[in-house]
């Protein structure tokens, strides 16, 4: 049977945590406030686990929270980033977790221990979007500004900083098979590279507006992306 989901917003109210049993009947995980905090934290990353039994979830208070889709308690809360987060990743294998805002670092999470193993500074702007490559290698970046940046994902080195569409930049993808990045942003239009050389490949004047998600079809030969120009657009990649 189909699962909804939900996750309250900062106007929700307290609630106490539920039971495996609540949450088996209602499918709702609630975030409650907290002495710091009079509102519960806004959300504005989430991530599944890529066996679907865990999602991890992040936003306004500098949380990483992970919990279980089976009974929806708590399994982890990561505390190290210093400001809002805007996006998080699990690794393809599922033992690690990458995270990125506002402070303008990405951190690699062990989620056997649950700490920090990884943190990559080279950003001077914040950080809105990242992904893994599928064999989980590489992670690349993308945020207010202009590089796009990709990096080893067990060391934190550098690999590749290649120029994006415009310094106002929100998604970034690796196609299925490893061998194209594509990353777009505030001028709407979408660029791609070979991932291997970092070679520019092509740029597709896509959207008048700002882009804000971008998705590669299975075999790679098209990608997807919406926006603020309220069209769901899809071009070549070849």
Not at 13 to 26: D, H, I, Y
Request: overall charge negative.
């Amino acid at each position: 049977p189909s699962m909804l989901l939900l996750a309250s917003l900062a106007q929700s109210p307290p609630v106490a945590a539920q039971t495996p049993a609540q949450f088996a009947n209602q499918r709702i995980i609630r975030l409650s406030t907290s002495p710091q905090r009079e509102v519960a934290p806004v959300m504005t990353a989430v991530s599944l686990h890529p066996s679907g039994g865990q999602i991890a979830t992040a936003g306004d208070d500098h949380y990483v929270r992970v919990w279980s889709l089976q009974t929806g308690q708590l399994m982890a809360s990561l505390n190290g980033h210093r400001d809002w987060i805007r996006s998080i990743e699990f690794s393809p294998d599922g033992t690690k977790l990458a995270t990125a805002g506002d402070d303008r670092q990405i951190r690699i999470w062990d989620l056997t221990t649950g700490e920090e193993v990884l943190t990559f500074d080279e950003h001077d702007g914040v950080i809105y979007d990242i992904c893994f490559s599928p064999d989980g290698s590489l992670i690349a970046s993308v945020g207010f500004e202009a590089p796009v940046r990709v990096y080893l994902a067990d060391t934190g080195e550098l690999v590749h900083e290649l120029e994006g569409p415009g310094v106002d930049l929100r998604d970034v993808a690796i196609s299925p098979d490893g061998s194209q990045l594509a990353a777009a942003g505030r001028r709407g239009d979408i660029r791609l590279w070979s991932l291997t050389t970092g070679d520019h490949l092509m740029d597709i004047n896509a959207h008048q507006r700002r882009v804000h998600a971008l998705a590669f079809s299975p075999d790679g030969s098209r990608i997807v992306s919406a926006g603020e120009s309220r069209t769901l657009q899809m071009h070549s990649t070849s």
